[in-house]
């Protein structure tokens, strides 16, 4: 069955450098997400993607941010100049039918 | 504005026991309701949603819109089934809502 993947599966970054983080969506699926997981805490939706564009974005989800779709298959979150609060995991998610199926996740650490 | 909330963060049951994690959500229009479970160390993924109306792995769960809840119910609990579990909606198409998560401990 396919599934979702991202990679690294494991990110340190030294606060204020940029950070990409990868995602490979299920082939068919059209609609891709980004949510993020602080640790112990609940998972939080950041962006949704569409058509290549933006469909709906969070607070959360502020200048420092981008997704882009830089080809067929791989969906990238990048994040301008970390901040120690970006420790988290982040999700990718692709969308068909309504239905989320979930990457395995990111973890990033900003030291 | 769109909301979901779990009240209990952990809840801890006997194996063999029923089992129910509550979820009240907060919406003006009709959204779609969703459980998501997590075992440890695995990605999220679906559990089931309301309106496939079907049983997953022995849970099943109704939507009230009366009570704006949509609580995930098992009847007898298995060891297997401890994970977390997240509640959420979407309104068909746009972002998706989670709640906090319940975490489940079935113990032996």
């Not at chain 1, 969906?75 to 395995?104: H, V, W």
Request: glycine residues 6%; contains cysteine; hydrophobic residues 30%.
């Amino acid at each position: 069955e396919p599934e979702v993947t991202q990679t690294p599966s494991h990110q340190v970054t030294q606060m204020g450098q940029e950070v990409i983080l990868r995602c490979v969506p299920i082939s068919n699926h059209l609609y891709f997400y980004w949510y993020r997981q602080i640790l112990g805490q609940k998972v939080e939706f950041l962006v949704s993607f569409y058509n290549n564009e933006i469909s709906e974005k969070s607070e959360i989800f502020d200048d420092q941010f981008s997704v882009e779709r830089p080809d067929g298959s791989n969906f990238t979150l990048k994040i301008r100049s970390t901040k120690l609060e970006d420790s988290a995991m982040y999700f990718c998610a692709s969308n068909r039918a309504n239905e989320q199926y979930f990457g395995p996740g990111t973890r990033l650490t900003v030291t | 504005a769109q909301r979901v909330t779990q009240p209990e963060k952990l809840l801890s049951v006997f194996k063999g026991a029923p089992v129910e994690l509550k979820c009240n959500y907060s919406y003006s229009g009709s959204p779609e309701l969703f459980w998501y479970v997590q075992y440890s160390r695995q990605r999220l993924q679906l559990l089931l949603r309301h309106i496939s109306r079907e049983s997953i792995k022995g849970f099943t769960a109704d939507l009230n819109k009366g009570e704006t809840s949509f609580h995930l119910k098992k009847p007898f609990a298995q060891e297997e089934d401890s994970a977390m579990y997240y509640c959420a909606l979407s309104n068909y198409g746009q972002n998706f809502v989670f709640g906090p998560g319940t975490r489940l401990s079935v113990l032996p």
